[in-house]
């Protein structure tokens, strides 16, 4: 994976990487070509959760993403609770989680994180929750030919998967940290190719930043 390179530990250094934002309806309408104005180069934005729901601003944001000339993707809200990995992949590419070599895609991420409806592991045990995860990224994968990114947080990782190694041979990590810096990072991760540090900012949405430069996250993009 040649758009993968050493992770920039301290916030202030890290900034000099391209920058970007993940959002849903929750913003709103926002004006693209401001946040790329503003140094912003990529952007995820909420496609789907569980198997029912569908972000009611997803196109607006995606075409608006899309003409201003930003690099994009589109994201999944993990609901294990309701049904199969694979079913929410297959619901997710169905409605905006696709991905295609255009060189301004990302693959789709996998948001699976604290549940907000209920019990943080949605009642599953560590290896029910690794054989989800993998069950979600399997067909994303024979579907498209990418493996989704793996958006979630070092803590609920390790107290819902058990800490689980292995996915960083396939899923890029997109690790969420409000902090100067990265910390600890899930089992088998020596870096992450997205950081989360901040749920607010100059821009629209959460602040992340892509491990790499420009060039890198084309490549990212394009599969290359």
Not at 70 to 80: D, E, K, M, V
Request: aromatic share 14%; hydrophobic share 40%.
């Amino acid at each position: 994976m040649k758009w993968l390179a050493a992770l920039a530990l301290v916030l202030p250094v890290a900034l000099a990487a391209p920058q970007g934002i993940d959002i849903s309806h929750w913003q709103g309408s926002v004006n693209f070509n401001t946040v790329k104005s503003k140094g912003v180069e990529f952007v995820y934005m909420k496609a789907t959760e569980g198997t029912s729901y569908t972000d009611p601003l997803f196109s607006e944001h995606y075409v608006g993403a899309t003409n201003a000339g930003l690099i994009r993707g589109s994201y999944h809200f993990a609901r294990p609770d309701i049904s199969s990995g694979a079913t929410q992949a297959n619901f997710f590419l169905a409605h905006g989680g696709g991905w295609s070599a255009d060189g301004i895609t990302l693959p789709g991420a996998l948001d699976i994180e604290y549940n907000p409806y209920g019990a943080t592991c949605y009642g599953l045990s560590h290896a029910a929750m690794v054989a989800w995860v993998k069950d979600f990224s399997n067909t994303y994968h024979s579907k498209t030919g990418r493996f989704p990114v793996i958006y979630t947080t070092t803590d609920w990782w390790t107290q819902c998967t058990g800490n689980a190694s292995g996915f960083q041979n396939d899923n890029p990590l997109w690790i969420a940290r409000y902090s100067s810096s990265i910390g600890a990072l899930p089992s088998g991760y020596s870096f992450a190719t997205f950081w989360q540090y901040a749920d607010s900012g100059a821009n629209p949405g959460d602040q992340d930043i892509f491990n790499g430069d420009s060039a890198g996250l084309k490549r990212m993009a394009k599969g290359s």
